[in-house]
């Protein structure tokens, strides 16, 4: 794992704070010191000069407490921008055109001392510091007492399985703090979202380690049961107010939408009978006269426990001129025998003429 230098944090002060009592290392104001180091396995370790020569020739780092050939590990030489390595260089190891020792992919046994000479003009200086690389410290666990919930009737609480001290919270992806939603334990360990909504749907810890990093647990995904938060009826011919005009015979669609997880289940009642259809849209293929009347689509969620409707009431085009179909019992024959009309639309005045002649 190779990244980039960390973000300031006070755990790297006081980390170098401690080494440079623990090593007892003082150096003379003005001369080239090494900064002490504690690092990761598996991350980079940097040791910085300080009090550099402007006109250093050479910075040559060695593994031990001495600058000798044979336990050279690399060399720069700023006048010629050259590098040179030695018998200790492992393949990790470089310098930097500022002279400080990086190393990548730190391992255990990088643990000791380093000593850097720098070559000037007038002289040469030499330093020796030490350099710790400590086990990593392994990713945090995360838990929780669910991952299915009901939008705004259930709680959840997460949990993090950590020795670290500082615990931090994401919910999707976004660090959290206690609010009105939430509260994180005085141990930064458990997470309680108080009333789970749809989008609070991964969560995940994460400890900071001494070199500023954060190493993050796994994420777990929540399953949010919500809806129907509404519910749309749409035809064709389209509906105005929950008015669906259509020629007897032509072809009518319905169609029941709403916003819902799981999958909802549908139902249809048309003038206040329990239709066999479950499906959310409804397909008349040539509009009888018994077809005609109130249709409502409900909408149920079982999981969430919410139930919507819909009403539409399909009538007929008044434009439409021409045969169509009527229930018999409807149908009312004109007193000479030349046609007649359904009850529905037959002038009253008729009605009992009819009525008369068939009695």
Known sequence: MDFSRPRCSPWRELVLVASLLACGIFQTSGQVSIVPFIGLEGYRSFLDLENIPEDAQEYSWHRGVNDSEGSMIVSYKPPSNSWQSG????????????GRLRIKNSMLNDTGNYTVRVDVSSGTHRATSWLEIREKESNPGISTNTTSVVEYMDSVAAFCHTNATTVTWYVNGIQVSSNDLMTISPDGKTLVILKVNRYDVILQCALENILGYLQKSAQIFLTVAYGPDSVW??????????????????????????????????????????????EANITLPSLTWEQM???????????????????????????????????????????????????????????????????
């Open 233 to 278: 009826l749409r035809s064709d011919p389209s509906n105005f107010n929950g008015v669906l005009s259509a020629e007897l015979g032509s072809k009518v669609e319905m169609k029941c939408t709403s916003t819902a997880f799981p999958e909802p289940k549908h139902r249809w009642i048309h003038n206040g009978s329990l239709l066999s259809v479950s």
């Open 87 to 98: 018998p200790m260089f492992s393949g990790r190891e470089n310098v930097t055109t500022e």
């Open 293 to 359: 009347g109130r249709y409502r689509c409900i909408v149920e969620n079982p999981v969430a426990q919410l139930t919507m409707y819909r009403d539409v009431r399909i009538q007929r085009n008044p434009g439409q001129t021409g045969p169509f179909e009527c229930p018999h019992q409807n149908w009312r024959t004109r007193p000479d025998g030349q046609g007649g009309k359904c009850a529905s639309n037959f002038p009253a005045s008729l009605m009992g003429a009819m009525d008369h002649q068939r009695r």
